[in-house]
């Protein structure tokens, strides 16, 4: 008889893995072979890598809140910045500061995207660039970056915004213009340490403070139905 339990923690332990991950994945199991007839301690070292690689390509599923006008996090990591900002150029939404909430995935974290909030894909723009750590403010404006436009039902526009880190060398974005969305599906994913960048619609605040731990398709970011101030937090 299948025993739940074991189920469960199978299940935190084993999850899956995104297409991105599956050449380095056997790359790294190939090298730690090559490392273990060297040397033996060698090669446990190239096991533990090998672990840590499958790890970082996982995907597992998320249970995204499904309340109309929820804006979700679409990564998982630190919230490093909130400050107002222009959305790039590249998107054609303007000059405007809009919010931008910035959320910095370093090499430990589930590095796949998710999209923050249902719409239609109206711009997707790439930007190649430097490689400067992803949770420097400059950052946003020098690194390598990929950038979405996303139009909500009520017409008003969301930017999310892909940026290289200081070890990532390649941004993956599955999505086009005139792609159609629901909140939290997947869009694409960075390698190796980075970070990602929403700015909010004009009046829409975070309800999320600096510092804060972010799960990608999980923890609201912000509500479209709400009027209140940013939050603000304290280390407890």
């Not at 309340?67 to 939404?93: H, K, Q, T």
């Not at 999310?160 to 629901?182: F, N, S, T, Y």
Request: net charge neutral; hydrophobic share 45%.
């Amino acid at each position: 008889m299948p025993d739940p339990a074991h189920d469960s923690i199978l299940a935190a332990v084993i999850k899956p893995v995104h297409r991105e991950g599956y050449p380095f994945i056997g790359i790294f199991a190939a090298v730690t072979l090559v490392l273990f007839l060297i040397w033996q301690p060698l090669g446990w070292v190239g096991v533990v890598l090998t672990v840590w690689c499958y790890y970082f390509f996982r995907d597992p599923d998320r249970y995204t809140p499904q309340r109309e006008g929820l804006i979700i996090s679409p990564a998982d990591g630190v919230v490093s910045l909130i400050e107002p900002a222009a959305p790039p150029v590249e998107l054609g939404m303007g000059t405007e500061p809009m919010t931008r909430v910035s959320v910095f995935m370093n090499v430990f974290n589930c590095h796949v995207n998710r999209l923050p909030i249902a719409g239609t894909i109206t711009a997707v723009s790439y930007r190649p660039g430097k490689f400067l750590n992803a949770s420097l403010d400059k950052a946003s404006v020098d690194n390598e970056r990929n950038s979405v436009a996303v139009q909500m039902a009520d017409g008003r526009k969301l930017a999310v915004v892909q940026i290289a880190g200081l070890v990532a060398r390649r941004i993956v974005c599955d999505v086009k213009p005139g792609a159609v969305l629901e909140t939290g599906e997947r869009f694409g994913m960075i390698r190796f340490g980075s970070r990602l960048d929403v700015f909010l619609p004009e009046g829409v605040q975070p309800l999320v403070s600096l510092g804060q731990t972010m799960v990608a398709g999980e923890t609201v970011l912000a509500d479209l139905t709400l009027a209140e101030p940013a939050r603000l937090a304290e280390v407890r």
